[in-house]
């Protein structure tokens, strides 16, 4: 079986006519004595943690913190996972991340299809960042993400100042954060995107920080918004 990079994993073993052999510490058959042929004896040897521990591992320091090359000793590479990242856009031609997008995305900021980043907040680059902790590609440049083999579903939900958008649907206001959720838990149903982690780096609070720059909602509103989230949640939970 193959597992990350490429590296064969194979049982120890000799095969072959000799008349005599002995066992190793190891556990590998070793051939000796006889007039017998060895055909096949030599063995592959076994795959480690520190076989992973590449100059690309160490870089960010996290993957080290985590202990992933014990994982991906063990053939755990994210290897189709789909993940969907709901943030401020994420890059979908960075060179660490191009290969692991699995689509375009959806974005519910400017309302289309391409989940990339815009705008001149601080936010503006935090999706791609996230992006890359989990997948970002092992190509032996740079540092790649702790799910170096999964797929990134891109779902812009915040503008670049990490802000939500608004709509008003049916009379109610509903988020961008609303949308997102929603449209994976459709894509789910429909076998377009089936999302197996939501990734959701960011948090808030109610009351007038939940809605900074927008309208302030009446009582009323407010319950059906979170009434609506809980809905939602629950939807792709169940």
């Known amino acids: 079986a193959a597992v990350g990079g490429g590296i064969a994993v194979a ?4 095969g072959g006519g000799s008349d005599d052999s002995s066992s190793s510490s190891t556990g590998a058959t ?10 096949g004896g030599s063995t ?5 943690a520190a076989d992973f521990e590449t100059d690309e591992y160490g870089r ?7 202990n992933a090359s014990s994982a991906y000793a ?4 994210g290897n189709g996972v789909l993940v969907a990242v709901i943030d401020t856009g994420v890059d979908i031609d960075h060179p660490d991340l191009a290969g692991n997008i699995h689509s375009s995305g959806y974005d519910f900021v400017d309302d289309d299809f391409v989940a990339s980043p815009t705008g001149t907040g601080n936010g503006l680059s935090h999706g791609t960042h996230v992006a890359g902790s989990i997948a ?5 440049s740079g540092i790649h993400g702790i799910a170096p083999e999964a797929n990134i579903l891109p779902i812009r939900a915040l503008d670049s100042d ?8 049916e009379g109610f206001p509903v988020s961008s954060f609303q949308l997102a959720y929603a449209q994976i838990a459709v894509d789910k149903d429909d076998g377009t995107n089936d999302v197996d982690v939501v990734n959701a780096s960011y948090g808030f609070n109610r009351g007038d920080l939940l809605f900074p720059t927008g309208p302030y909602f009446t009582d009323a509103e407010e319950d059906v918004y979170f009434n609506l989230d809980a809905a939602l ?4 939970t169940d």
């Open 162 to 169: 990490g802000f939500e958008r608004y709509y008003l649907i």
């Open 11 to 14: 049982a120890a073993g000799a």
């Open 30 to 39: 070793t051939a000796s004595g006889g007039s017998g042929s060895t055909g």
């Open 60 to 66: 960010g320091g996290g993957l080290g913190a985590v």
């Open 44 to 48: 592959t040897p076994t795959v480690t």
């Open 136 to 140: 970002a590609v092992k190509d032996d």
């Open 233 to 236: 949640i629950s939807d792709l």
């Open 74 to 77: 063990r053939g755990a590479t």
